[in-house]
């Protein structure tokens, strides 16, 4: 391939004459002669040629044109005639696969159908049907692979007619494996059971909820629970400024003090400590209740946490929970409790749901991109073609 047949970026092209006078047309023709597609024989000879005019790609504002000849061989070896074929260039389609994965790109990256249809001067149905075409391909590449080892769980809203749908996270390589409709072991059953490489799924990280506590019981046999961080922690806060509420009615109408007591105690100036502390003094039960949360709080936000020093926190946590159980936090103590091992495991890693939470935003703006989803399989896959992919067609 020389220079000027490169510039093109389609191989196999030998380019013959280009005009620049209306938009920019390009002639061209293979570069080289290929062996038979029936027998491989050398032997070919051009028996008739025939012109396809294909958009390829836009410079600067201008469509190129291509206009190949196309030649058809006859084998003297078989007897058989075919046509010269192009890997970018697909049977009855008029435009090159650049310029299709050109126009993908754009509306991918938020330009409009009728605005695609003016630049690039195809219909928006077409920019929709290729646009289709390209995100199925993306979704094809992505299955067959293997479960992720450390997998995040949670739910997000869909829509108010179908309800909630399921995520799963690879964590590690930070992708949505893939979004199932429903929350409830039933509406996932279906989908779990056939899940491929699921006994190799080691760590599970999910909020503290008994479903899908349950749903990881049976079909993750070989994983371990990790709870997460931001859901227990926010877990905590809930609790308390119930039971707050409980001792003041009154107290959380004012705004400074709730800013107060929601922050960790570590962050507050010392001017923010005192005046909290004359607020507290007044209710000696509500006081104590600060403290545990504050000591509680403390724990849960230890990370990379190495074994030695485990039998230490763990001391320290149990006999915060059998503090609260003596308290009117007896509830929180007892999901503490329930959750101890889960909540245990969160100090040897720092893998958090964070990520899940990441994509949720992201899955909301392509919704509302999109003004909404109806149909659940088109959501899903809209959601895996842009969070479960890497960007990089394998085969083009
Ligand atoms: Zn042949």
Not at 326 to 332: D, E, F, H, I
Request: net charge positive.
């Amino acid at each position: 391939m020389s220079q000027v047949d490169s510039i093109l970026g389609l191989p196999g092209l030998a380019v013959q004459r280009v005009d620049r006078k209306l938009g920019i047309h390009v002639w061209a023709k293979p570069s080289s002669r290929p062996s038979c597609v029936h027998c491989a024989s050398e032997t070919v000879r051009i028996k008739a040629t025939h012109s396809r005019t294909l958009k390829h790609t836009r410079q600067g504002n201008q469509i190129m044109i291509l206009h190949l000849s196309i030649p058809k061989y006859h084998c003297q070896n078989c007897d058989r005639y075919f046509r010269h074929q192009f890997p970018w260039a697909r049977p009855r389609l008029r435009a090159t696969e650049p310029y299709r994965l050109e126009v993908f790109e754009a509306h991918d990256g938020g330009v409009s159908q009728s605005k695609l249809s003016v630049t690039h001067r195809i219909g928006s149905a077409t920019v929709e049907r290729w646009y289709q075409h390209l995100i199925k391909r993306r979704v094809s590449e992505l299955s067959g692979r293997a479960c992720p080892r450390v997998l995040g769980i949670d739910e997000h809203f869909f829509t108010r007619k179908k309800g909630y749908a399921t995520t799963l996270v690879d964590l590690r390589n930070h992708k949505v494996f893939d979004v199932v409709l429903g929350r409830s072991e039933l509406s996932l059953r279906q989908y779990l059971s056939h899940l491929p490489g699921r006994e190799q799924v080691q760590l599970v990280v999910m909020d503290l909820s008994e479903t899908y506590r349950s749903i990881v019981h049976k079909y993750f046999p070989n994983a371990k629970i990790v709870a997460d961080r931001f859901h227990v922690i926010r877990l905590v806060n809930h609790h308390f400024l119930n039971l707050w509420k409980q001792q003041d009615p009154v107290g959380r109408m004012n705004r400074g003090l709730l800013s107060l007591m929601r922050r960790h105690q570590w962050n507050l100036s010392q001017e923010q400590r005192d005046n909290l502390a004359r607020y507290l003094e007044q209710f000696p039960i509500l006081r104590s209740l600060y403290h545990a949360k504050q000591r509680l709080n403390k724990l849960l936000l230890i990370k990379n946490l190495m074994p030695k020093h485990g039998r230490k926190f763990m001391a320290r946590l149990l006999k915060l929970i059998a503090q609260l159980a003596q308290s009117p936090a007896r509830t929180l103590a007892h999901t503490l409790n329930s959750w101890l091992e889960p909540i245990v495991r969160m100090w040897r890693t720092s893998q958090s749901n964070g990520i899940t939470e990441g994509f949720h935003t992201k899955m909301e703006m392509m919704t509302r991109r999109a003004y909404g989803f109806r149909n659940f399989e088109n959501y899903r896959l809209r959601v895996l073609a842009h969070c479960g992919w890497n960007g990089v067609f394998s085969r083009v």
